[in-house]
């Protein structure tokens, strides 16, 4: 076994891959560029290596020779699929703890790897050309998928032949800015469909296994939000065919180390399947098949690359329980799942639950990277017992200062639809996305929470007390105007007595109590705005005066709903334009985001231009409606 490897990875991979490390007794390397100096996965490897990117593949191997580390584990994202990074480590005699550089560019390639599994007797969805697609010979919806790459990147679903080149053209950029190759190609696309994956495992003595499958169907934007394992509509039978065929395409390929077989399964009929694509890396997802199985997937990969055998066969795979994910996003799901920005201010991980994160207090999160903050991961005894272990630990997770999907997905888990297993791709698009608690209830909150706080800091001077303390015993009325995040100012009025209903629960929480209901929120400040949580939801309050703005709708201003860079600005000033016609495209964690007209006008003004960084809210454009001023 190694006595030293170096991670080549950042975030919750990079900690949980250290972890094993530690664990197996093996001496821990970490990279990490200047915005992650003080990151956790620094702090808890042994020794850590700075550098410019983590795409440098030079870098990443000159690090192992400069601290002795004999092998590298790639963890998941940015160089893990890269074939040429294999070959890197090859020549510096530094082992490369992922498959052999053929198998793993083999399935990089997602139209070369649609080839094998058709010659592994795998089904696979049928792919059009370019030409087939604008002759409508294919039939609509198609998915342009980019050839290289993964993680819902460089695709786009195309409902009409009139937008099949804008779709592509998008595509193209998104994948050449993701993973340094522009193809795309062109497939079938299923509206209603199931996303089932296998795992695998595969030694350098010939043997391969697979580890039962994984249900990941309930996506945004083409990436996954919840997974679970086993499906609850999987049968046995069709268990073992997933498998057979998983094995059989892996074998095949020359593949070694473990890898996920991805499947697009028949909403109602999930025995009707096509290969969609293999995953030469460990999976985001891959904690839940740990859980079922008992296996440790990093120590089988560290065991598998040191030419370890797997030490067990098929038939010693057994699944136990239910295991089931939740990816806390740094997004907005009530703005379309936008990315969000800030720094961590307030962070409570829940009790009870496996938690693979890549935060901490005082943690900075950017659009720089992925914006996957945290994964909850539950075990129960049948797949109800799972759901209602996860819901109480999102109930029980707080993050303040940025905006997380943590509340989402308590809803999302809650709906009658997961709760029975009925479940497609293209669910979380159907659905009404909550916004949580009424924003009366939580401005009413923060003040309550605001007036003891600032009861608490005066308490020495009685006449300087918040809490309504008057000469006589009398208690006034205090007027709170606030503002829910962007939304209008709420006036609340608090009587003297009805402050003391906020009690503190913990240094960091507040008990507040509104008739029969006693409810938890977690607390902290940020300048002007009082971050709030309660039951997995989260709100940013500030205390100011509501602007009476006009809306978008009537000024024709558009700002800014993410933090991002300028990536096209195919518009003019002095152009007429219609409603819905592109003005400016936004790039944002390797995804672009187009800011359309909302009136019919003319371009008025255009605040940046192509490269400009920009932040939430600021101003982008100006249409002038009807060309008045």
């Not at 290969?275 to 008992?294: I, S």
Request: hydrophobic share 45%; proline share 5%; with cysteine.
């Amino acid at each position: 076994m190694f006595s030293s490897v170096l991670v080549a990875n950042r975030g919750e991979i990079a900690r949980r891959v250290i972890r094993t490390l530690h664990r197996m007794g093996i001496a821990s390397v970490a990279v990490f560029t200047p915005a992650d100096r003080g990151a956790p996965h620094v702090r808890e490897a042994g020794e850590a290596v700075r550098v410019s990117s983590y795409l440098e593949i030079a870098e990443m191997v000159g690090a192992c020779t400069r601290t002795g580390a004999q092998a590298l584990h790639p963890g998941y994202g940015f160089l893990s699929e890269n074939p040429e990074l294999a070959r890197a480590c090859a020549a510096a005699g530094v082992i490369f703890i992922g498959p052999p550089p053929a198998a793993s560019e083999l399935m990089g390639d997602k139209l070369r790897a649609k080839a094998a599994a058709e010659r592994a007797g795998v089904p696979v969805v049928p792919t059009y050309t370019e030409e087939q697609a604008a002759a409508d010979g294919a039939g609509y919806p198609l998915l342009v998928k980019a050839a290289a790459g993964g993680g819902g990147r460089g695709m786009r679903v195309v409902e009409r032949r009139e937008d099949l080149e804008a779709a592509l053209q998008s595509a193209r950029r998104e994948a050449r800015a993701g993973f340094g190759d522009e193809r795309v190609f062109i497939e079938r696309f299923l509206p209603r469909a199931r996303h089932i994956e296998v795992q695998v495992l595969a030694d350098t003595h010939g043997k391969v296994l697979h580890l039962g499958e994984r249900e990941c169907s309930l996506q945004r934007r083409h990436q996954k939000v919840i997974e679970e394992s086993p499906s609850p509509v999987v049968s046995p039978d069709l268990r073992s065919a997933l498998g057979a065929e998983a094995v059989a395409l892996a074998a095949a390929a020359g593949y070694v180390g473990a890898g996920t077989v991805e499947f697009i399964a028949d909403y109602e009929k999930p025995a009707e399947h096509y290969f969609l694509e293999m995953n030469a890396r460990l999976q985001v997802e891959h904690p839940v098949t740990e859980m079922v199985t008992g296996l440790d997937l990093v120590e089988a990969q560290l065991r598998i690359a040191a030419g370890e055998p797997l030490g067990l066969d098929q038939a010693d795979v057994r699944l136990s329980g239910h295991a089931i994910e939740a990816r806390i996003n740094a997004e907005d799901a009530t703005r379309e799942f936008l990315p969000a920005a800030g720094r961590v201010i307030g962070y409570r991980r829940p009790r009870g639950a496996r938690v693979d994160d890549a935060i901490e207090l005082g943690s900075v999160v950017d659009t720089a990277y992925d914006s996957l903050l945290a994964k909850v991961i539950v075990h129960g005894r049948d797949r109800p017992v799972a759901l209602s272990e996860l819901d109480r630990a999102l109930a029980d997770t707080a993050i303040l200062g940025v905006t997380t999907t943590t509340g989402f997905l308590r809803a999302l888990i809650g709906t009658e639809a997961v709760r029975d297993g009925r479940l497609d791709t293209g669910l979380i698009e159907r659905m009404e996305i909550p916004a949580g608690p009424a924003p009366a209830e939580v401005a009413r909150a923060a003040a309550l929470i605001s007036m003891k706080l600032l009861a608490e800091q005066a308490a020495d001077d009685p006449f300087a007390r918040a809490d309504g303390w008057r000469l006589g015993g009398r208690r006034a009325s205090s007027w709170w105007r606030l503002a829910v995040g962007g939304d209008d100012a709420l006036e609340v009025e608090l009587g003297g007595d009805e402050a003391q209903a906020a009690e503190r629960s913990a240094p960091d929480a507040f008990t507040l109590m509104a008739g029969d209901q006693r409810r938890e929120w977690i607390y902290a400040e940020q300048g002007q705005v009082l971050w709030v949580s309660s039951d997995g939801w989260a709100w940013p309050v500030r205390h100011r005066e509501a602007d009476q703005a006009d809306s978008a709708q009537s000024s024709g201003e558009v700002r800014a709903p993410m933090p991002g860079q300028v990536l096209l600005v195919p518009a003019s000033v002095g152009e007429t334009v219609q409603a819905g016609d592109t003005l400016i495209v936004l790039e944002s964690m390797k995804m672009e985001l187009a800011m359309t007209a909302p009136v019919a006008g003319l371009v008025a003004e255009l605040s940046v231009v192509v490269g400009d960084k920009v932040v939430v809210d600021q101003a982008l454009a100006r249409v002038e409606v009807n060309g008045s001023r």
